[in-house]
């Protein structure tokens, strides 16, 4: 089992994954459509993609976490 301390990041590399790969393959479809070689053209998009959004989750998630703070009702 991961430790605790460990699930922001986690967090941030399962979230980014997963919207990377299907803001790509929307990207990667509308781009060649259903091309003969398709799955490497989005697999590539997609570890192009998760390099930046890596990161980029890591840095905005602590912003986003207290904007929603900000915006919801407490109690």
Do not use: C, E, N, Q
């Amino acid at each position: 089992m991961i430790p605790k301390k460990y699930g922001a990041a986690l967090f941030s590399l399962i979230l980014s994954g997963l919207m990377s790969f299907m803001v790509s393959g929307i990207a990667t479809f509308r781009a060649a459509g259903f091309a003969p070689d398709f799955i490497g053209l989005w697999v590539g998009a997609w570890l192009t993609a998760w390099l930046f959004a890596f990161p980029a989750v890591m840095l905005v998630s602590p912003l986003a976490r207290r904007m929603v703070g900000a915006l919801v009702a407490k109690g």
